[in-house]
């Protein structure tokens, strides 16, 4: 790219005596058309909510009475856009990216205006060509005549458009202008894309430090950001560049002078860089020719003093001997030949180093092929496979390594593939990362093989010290990481071992706690059998005895006879009684410990009601079930039966004779139980008495027969299973009773 190929005429000057900003907003200003630059605002959604206007020319200013930076929002000085469907038009082209169309009517000062709008969207604003037509009297055929003139003004200023980026283009300087911190690219002439080497689609709208790649660019852009910060212009001279002239593949070196100065706004703040470079290849060229020509002249006028000083010593001698002359001769001969012995004992010196260095190069690669360990060599910003030995070929099946494969192209889903997340983050901090026992799955013979590496990613550095490439290291340790894995497992295996342990302790535990609470249970027995047996016994042998001394051969019909044959015949019952409950109670250690099923809540109900029919009946008793929640309750259906009998027969024998008695039975889930409720309206209980309620034998209530024995055979059933029963109760009120089935029903009795 020549830039002095087009230097004559009034283009040297050009961009010293119009600056680049001032001479687009001059044409901007000067278009014969209105023209209005707004940009979209979004709100949290990333929803766009209004337009930005950020500058209007000439035109647009007298047509709407505003200054060319209005400094407000397009809704905030046009309340009817949304009315007029400006505001639509305006989002649906800059979303589309398509150039639009649009004419609308809009009231204005007390006249009525026709606009004609055509928006098309540049990065990431919207261009707004404007053209007003006065419709208020108008013909058709005047507003047809309007619109033909708009769609010339449209073209001469397309037209206008086109002939200053031609200029602009033709430029013999490269010009390019970056705006914010971020340094996007505004404007970038041909002459600045060719020293690019990009066209202007593929960087126009980015970043210089994106759309670009150059190994200086940290360097370039700390260069662009001191430029914004102080505002002062800062230069780069003879600027060597690699260009293809001839598009032949081939580039030649190029020397430019760039001139980076800042963009000003108008209150002279800098909002972006203005680069201008001007190529000096044949000032530095020609500079360095001279340089060396007056180096080689001042190396012979050396050379030549020192041939005329040795000349005129050669001269004397000559005068004076003829011997001398020759000596002389033959010592510059010999010197000669000295000197080319020495050339050419540098050539071959040199040509030694450049094949030791070649020597040592392929050295380093076979270590790294033979190397013990998988080494990978990624190289510049896209991380390409430099160099891959065959234990790391291995880490993967087919051509997955291939040189010059970008490395993020052999994981589709590189974000969230943590091998690239790390390598990439090495490259942009410098920082050497390890990772440890990392498993890399193998394909072998249809069958997955498990290897664990270690791997090991450190960047790579060039002369100015930035990272330029990574290197990878990977050693397996799939025999420690599968030695550790079998440790854990013997250790999960021997904690295993101690659970069971302790639970076979637990439940020896809970058997010595069963075992104690039949002792006490027998030794309950053991005293009633021996209190409640002993006094009916002595009653009817007392009573015998007296019947004996009162019976006369008359004696038989006396009513005393008749009375104390009664109250034998009471004890001998009483006896009975006392007799089954001791054996129910005997039944109840043996068989508590059967396995408890799910029983059906509703048949038992059923089955309960259906043998105290009488009584429920006798009684008027009205029983509201809310069992939905307990299809079936874990129990056996026996002990169960006991359960709901004894509670629901208790409520009844405890009613009261002041209120219409109600019993209520529900069940719930409640954790790790199922609760059945049955409340009554009765007689109440005083809770003070509370520890004699389960009591065997002990009764609260003596107005009704009963033996004591139902509630202590209901505490019994429930705790055998792992459950328990709680009261609450009020007197001349009624009582509560929840017994507590567990879902899973413990057998710590079972043994018992």
């Not at 309007?146 to 602009?168: P, T």
């Not at 050295?363 to 891959?388: D, S």
């Not at 090495?426 to 390890?434: D, F, R």
Request: hydrophobic share 40%; proline share 3%; net charge negative.
């Amino acid at each position: 790219m020549d830039f002095s190929a087009q230097s004559s005429g009034i283009w040297p000057n050009l961009a010293e005596t119009f600056p680049l900003e001032e001479l687009l907003f001059t044409f901007f200003d000067a278009l014969p058309m209105g023209v209005l630059l707004i940009k979209p605002i979004y709100n949290a959604e990333s929803t766009i909510i209004d337009f930005d206007c950020l500058k209007l020319n000439a035109v647009v200013q007298q047509m709407l009475q505003l200054p060319d930076e209005p400094g407000k929002t397009l809704l905030q000085l046009f309340a009817q856009a949304n009315q007029t469907g400006v505001f639509t038009f305006f989002r649906d082209t800059f979303l589309s990216g398509e150039t639009g169309y649009y004419n609308f009517l809009y009231q204005q000062n007390g006249r009525s205006c026709y606009y004609y709008l055509e928006a098309q969207r540049r990065q990431q604003g919207l261009v707004v060509k404007v053209t007003d037509f006065a419709t208020q009297d108008l013909s058709e055929v005047e507003q047809l005549l309007n619109q033909s003139k708009a769609q010339s003004i449209y073209n001469a200023a397309n037209q206008q458009r086109a002939e200053l980026k031609r200029v602009l283009d033709q430029a013999p300087v490269a010009i390019a202008i970056f705006r914010g911190p971020q340094f996007i690219v505004e404007f970038a002439n041909a002459a600045m894309c060719r020293i690019w080497g990009r066209t202007p689609q593929e960087v126009i709208g980015k970043s210089r430090f994106v759309a670009t790649s150059d190994a200086r660019h940290q360097r370039l852009k700390q260069n662009f950001e001191k430029v914004l910060r102080t505002g002062q212009p800062y230069q780069v001279k003879e600027y060597l560049l690699a260009l293809d002239r001839t598009q032949s593949g081939i580039p030649e070196d190029v020397y430019c002078n760039f001139t980076y100065q800042p963009l000003l706004d108008e209150q002279g703040h800098s909002i972006g860089v203005i680069a201008v470079g001007v190529e000096v290849s044949e000032q530095v060229l020609a500079r360095k020719q001279a340089e060396e020509s007056n180096r080689q002249m001042v190396d012979l006028n050396l050379q030549l003093s020192a041939v005329i000083d040795e000349w005129q010593k050669i001269s004397a001698q000559l005068r004076l001997t003829n011997a001398d002359l020759f000596a002389t001769q033959q010592s510059l001969q010999l010197l000669n030949e000295d000197l080319e012995s020495r050339v050419i004992e540098r050539t071959k010196e040199l040509q030694r180093s450049q094949a030791e260095v070649e020597s040592q190069r392929q050295r380093l690669e076979r270590l790294i092929m033979e190397a013990p360990a998988a080494i990978c060599i990624l190289n510049g910003p896209e991380l390409a496979y430099e160099l891959v030995n065959p234990l790391y070929k291995e880490l993967a099946p087919g051509d997955y390594f291939q040189l010059g494969k970008a490395f993020m192209e052999s994981f589709p889903n590189k974000e969230s593939h943590f091998l690239y997340q790390k390598v990439r983050q090495v490259y942009e901090s410098g920082i050497t990362y390890e990772q440890h026992s990392l498993l890399i799955p193998r394909l072998a013979e249809n069958l997955t093989e498990e290897r664990y590496f270690n791997f090991i990613l450190q960047a790579r550095r060039d002369e100015y010290n930035q990272v330029n490439g990574i290197l990878i290291f990977a050693y397996e340790v799939s025999d420690e990481v599968k030695a550790q894995i079998k440790v854990k497992k013997s250790e999960k295996q021997a904690k295993a071992l101690a659970e069971e342990l302790f639970q076979a302790n637990q439940e020896l535990q809970l058997t010595n706690q069963q075992l104690t609470r039949t002792n006490i249970d027998l030794d309950n027995f053991i005293y009633t059998a021996s209190h409640d047996l002993k006094a009916p016994i002595l009653n009817i042998e007392g009573l015998i005895h007296a019947l004996l001394r009162q019976l006369t051969a008359a004696g038989f019909k006396l009513s005393l006879v008749q009375d104390i044959t009664d109250f034998i015949l009471e004890s001998v019952q009483r006896f009975k009684r006392t007799i089954a409950h001791l054996t129910e109670v005997s039944k109840l250690q043996k068989e508590y410990s059967s396995e408890p099923i799910l029983v059906s809540l509703n048949a038992v109900l059923a089955d309960v009601q259906s043998d105290l029919k009488a009584t429920i009946q006798e009684s008027q008793a009205k029983i509201e079930l809310d069992i939905h929640h307990c299809p079936t309750v874990c129990s056996s259906e026996k002990n169960l039966r006991s359960i709901i009998y004894n509670l629901l027969s208790n409520a009844i024998k405890y009613r009261s004779a002041e209120r219409a008695l109600i019993i209520r039975l529900n069940c719930q889930k409640e954790e790790k139980y199922q609760v059945l409720s049955v409340q009554d309206n009765g007689l109440g209980i005083d809770l003070s008495q509370q520890h004699k309620l389960f009591i065997m034998f002990n009764r609260l209530h003596d107005h009704v027969d009963g033996s004591g024995m139902g509630l202590y055979m209901v505490k019994k059933i429930v705790e055998n299973i792992g459950g328990k029963i709680e009261v609450q109760s009020n007197v001349n009120e009624g009582s509560t009773f929840k017994v507590y089935f567990p879902l899973k029903p413990t057998f710590s009795n079972k043994k018992a």
